[in-house]
């Protein structure tokens, strides 16, 4: 009989075939190979890169302020594209313990009773939402470009005839800016910008997904360790039974905080860059849509691609922060009062004093992220934005 629940790879198969082709997989054997690939990766990617930093700095000198700004909302891509590489990278080893740990867990599973399993289906179906919801989001980030250019050229053409050639990412391409929109180059470099579009979005579908999914594992542990005290003090036959089942119960618990710790360790750089990067995100975007006076959709839908982007770390983390304050009543609301055991009701005190530590996450101890964070992302970003409209 097959196996109902399965490893991290082979449960959340997108998100590990995203981690795998952006390069930050966490394999420890493999590390200067992806490092290898990941150089040719920047070297394929370097004419861009080179055009992109030339136009960038004529803007500056120049102050064009409207393509300035929307170069900047490109660049924090390309930002977060080299920070999530090698932050990967660099964490590999204990990257690697925390998808190991997602993967023993999940096969024990197998032999778990099926009240047991039904909390591991509720909370493998969160991790499913959160792995297409990081599938999306970079396909709508990425794709949005090439497609409004190639919406606009249709449009020209089905209106006046013309034929107007738009860019996927309208910039000078220094040497040839006087010949980039004929052939062969426009089509050339459209092509060419399809790749980018490829490699930024399998690198936010894995990282960005695999914290949602780790997330919602760590709040199922939890949810596990207080079911698993509810049927000791209801299913135990004597008090030996019982004490050797809430023993079993704490060291479960013990493991749900290792695994807190892990996650903080692998999470909370990549944390702190997503809330730095994000803010200027959405705040440059809104510069621009003023700028140019009227709602672009491209840089609209960009803006809120960004919202997004900050939401979903936030609203995920604030989910385990609930599951984690909640903890604490779930395990006192097991049936202790009809043992009257000194000795397992003192256990049962040692546990709930332990729950109280609430687990937050947090970008690198100087950011908490949950739902109060993403609200002040927004207010911040709008006194950014005033502040450089003033």
């Known amino acids: 009989m097959a196996a109902k629940f399965k490893s991290f790879n082979d449960t959340f198969i997108h998100c590990a075939f995203a981690l795998a082709i952006a390069l930050i997989y966490p394999n ?15 070297a394929i990617n370097c004419p861009i890169l080179y055009w992109f930093l030339l136009y960038l700095y004529k803007c500056l000198i120049t102050l064009d302020m409207i393509n300035l700004a929307n170069n900047i909302t490109i660049g924090i891509l390309a930002t977060l594209f080299f920070f999530k590489s090698f932050y990967g990278i660099y964490k590999t080893e204990i990257f690697a313990k925390l998808l190991n740990k997602i ?44 497609l409004y250019a190639s919406g606009c050229m249709i449009y020209d053409i089905i209106t006046s005839g013309e034929g107007k050639r738009y860019m996927v990412h309208e910039m000078e391409l220094k040497y040839i800016e006087d010949r980039q929109y004929e052939t062969p180059y426009f089509e050339l470099v459209f092509a060419y910008n399809l790749v980018q579009c490829v490699v930024l979005s399998v690198n936010f579908a894995g990282l960005d997904g695999s914290f949602c999914i780790a997330t919602t594992h760590l709040r199922m542990k939890l949810k596990l360790v207080s079911h698993k005290i509810h049927c000791a003090f209801r299913d135990s036959k004597n008090r030996d039974e019982l004490e050797v089942r809430v023993k079993e119960s704490i060291r479960d618990h013990q493991e749900a905080l290792d695994f807190y710790k892990d996650l903080q360790e692998v999470y909370g750089g990549w944390l702190f860059a997503v809330f730095l990067l994000t803010s200027l995100l959405i705040s440059f975007n809104l510069y621009q849509i003023y700028l140019s006076r009227r709602v672009d959709p491209k840089y609209t839908i960009f803006a809120i691609s960004g919202v997004i982007h900050m939401f979903a770390p936030c609203y995920f983390a604030s989910d385990l922060t609930k599951t984690s304050e909640e903890f604490s009543w779930d395990i006192y609301s097991a049936a202790w009062e009809v043992w ?51």
């Not at 867990?105 to 009240?115: P, Q, S």
């Not at 039904?118 to 396909?139: A, N, R, S, V």
């Not at 000795?343 to 530590?357: E, P």
Request: glycine content about 4%.
């Open 103 to 146: 993967s023993n867990d999940m096969l024990k599973g197998n032999e778990l009773d099926k009240d047991y399993q039904d909390i591991y289906e509720y909370y493998i179906k969160i991790g499913m939402h959160g792995q297409t919801c990081w599938i999306l989001i970079p396909i709508l980030l990425s794709s949005q470009f090439p």
């Open 28 to 42: 420890i054997y493999n590390k200067r190979k992806r490092l290898f690939y990941f150089s040719i990766v920047v």
């Open 340 to 390: 009257a055991d000194p000795v397992v009701t003192n256990l049962l005190i040692f546990m709930i004093a332990k729950s109280q530590q609430i687990l937050i996450l947090t970008g690198k101890g100087m950011v908490y992220f949950n739902m109060q964070l993403f609200i002040s992302v927004l207010q911040t970003s709008y006194s950014f934005f005033t502040l450089i409209t003033s």
